[in-house]
């Protein structure tokens, strides 16, 4: 169809292509000079914190919990409402992830729930900016400072958010990014991780390319075990582009989701569905980057489930996303005695959260004829 309007697409200019064909053309295209350009582009957008770029978010993550030294008999607390990417890599370094449950307004973590399931072999928590929300980071560090924990945040989402006029990632302990293509800033595949101190980059840049430390002109040693994570020249470049990119693509981002509440009204209003409990995201047009708008569907008062509603949108031309079932549901985690039951709230939303379209590419008329052909299927589904 060629009017489809997927949930998410990035976009790039022609002064991007340019300057991948640049690096391409140079004859250096893996981590090199635009790396080193990006990585300090990024550090004084965080306010002159050392950062280092990585292959993914995933190895963001990974890398971060091993600069933290978690791993064996370690647990970190985190969410269930999540790309499983976040518990994932707890998993990886061989440390335990303790789910709790999350806030139904916020769809993160609850912060009040989070001192309940400390223990003496908690390590650090994990929080997730869901759609790029932030947690209460006062509360969050507060937290953090008064059990002695480290922080490591999933930020992935949560590129050019902000608390209290802060940028996220410009204060607070490690904070990862995702460049993957559905962020915000994109360098098609990609991450980055905001540290503390040089010591701490350092140690990040070891992990990320074999344990390697250099010593001198012909010292070579390994002494940690790391993997192959490094972010490429031709990545950089790309996010170098969206860097300068970021600012516009941030207000036509705000300017949708304000479209969003505005015409889903609307329409629940001329429908008569006023007493339809389909819940919308927090209404902060100052702290989220607004990566997603996500709805949760009123179940318990429809006749279909969510992938019928999905189902009846494509068949209107509208891509949407799940994002996401809770991890605890899935098979590797409920092998190792996880329970969705046990998170009951993340259970109920990764059932019913729906993820609409919104990316600074959509045009003008886009929401409306989202939001008109999302509550004609609700209205057509009601049970009474
Ligand atoms: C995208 C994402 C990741 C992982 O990033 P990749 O770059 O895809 O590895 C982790 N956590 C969350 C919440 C994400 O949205």
Known sequence: MSNFIPFTRPS??????????????????TSGPKLAEFEASLSSYFGGRPVRCFANGTATMKIALQ?????????????PISW??????ILGVGAKPIFVDIDPRTRNIDLNKVAAAITPKTRAIMPVYLAGLPVDMDQLYALAKQHHLRVIEDAAQAFGSQWKGKKIGSFGDLVSFSFQANKNLTTV????????????????EKFRLQGLTRQGMDGMD??????????TDVNAVIGLQQLKQLPAYQTRRVALARQYFDLIRAELKSTGLENL?????????????????????????????????????????I??????????????????????????????????????PLFPGMADGDIGRIASGLVEILKKHCKN
Not at 67 to 79: F, L, N, P, Q, S
Not at 295 to 305: E, F, R, T, W
């Open 12 to 29: 790039f200019n022609q002064e991007t292509i340019d300057a991948v064909s640049e690096v391409l053309r140079s004859g250096w295209v």
């Open 67 to 79: 600069v933290a030294g978690i791993g064996a008999g370690d647990e970190v607390i985190t969410t």
């Open 84 to 89: 499983v990417a976040t518990s994932n890599v």
């Open 189 to 204: 595949e990609g991450g980055c991780l905001v540290l503390n101190s040089d010591a701490e980059a350092k140690l990040a």
């Open 222 to 231: 390994v002494d940690v075990l790391g993997g192959k994570d490094n972010l």
């Open 277 to 317: 409990k389909l819940e919308l995201p927090v209404e902060n047009f100052i702290d989220s980057n607004w990566h997603m708008f996500q709805v949760v569907l009123p179940l318990d008062q429809l006749k279909v489930d969510r992938a019928q509603v999905m189902t009846e949108l494509k068949d209107l031309g």
């Open 319 to 356: 891509g949407t996303g799940v994002h996401y079932p809770a991890i605890t549901g899935f098979t590797l985690y409920k092998n190792q005695g996880y329970k969705a039951s046990d998170t009951p709230i993340a259970e109920r939303i990764g059932r019913s959260i729906l993820t609409l």
